[in-house]
């Protein structure tokens, strides 16, 4: 974004400088994902339950504070890690072909289990919901093509 080649990011990391815009347009609520034949998971987990099992997570950001570290913050205890990934996106095939859990963002959870064997599972975590900025160079805020842009973002945030 700072050589100009990227429009527009939606990222929870916000891109420090003054020559950048923000604005956040979503809290994303962090929910276990398992696979839907997994042996010993039902319809909810409690805590203690979930810090049991076995997480596929994601690879910290460099100076980032990621999930595993705000839970050990709050309970004290870390998770049982078998798996780091750099995405996401690889998280639902190694769950639905495991009994690994994942903790990702509501919405994207919700559509892996329309394309994965996966179920989104019930579970206390005590962790606050993500924030999600849509971040711009300042040089875009008055242009009609990106302000329809912007406006089209937030308008679709608001309805996940």
Known sequence: ???????????HV???GEGFRRQRVLDLELVPLVRQAHPTVGPSLTFDEYMALEHVVLEPREGQTDLAEQIQAVVGRSRRVRVQVPHYHSMPFIVSQSNLVCTLPLPLARLFEQYFPVRVVSCP???HPIPLFMMW??????DPAHQWLRRSLIELCSSV
């Open 125 to 127: 975590l005590p962790v």
């Open 1 to 11: 974004m700072r050589l100009g080649k990227v429009e527009l990011v939606l990222d």
């Open 14 to 16: 916000v891109i420090p």
């Open 137 to 142: 160079r300042g040089c875009q805020e008055a």
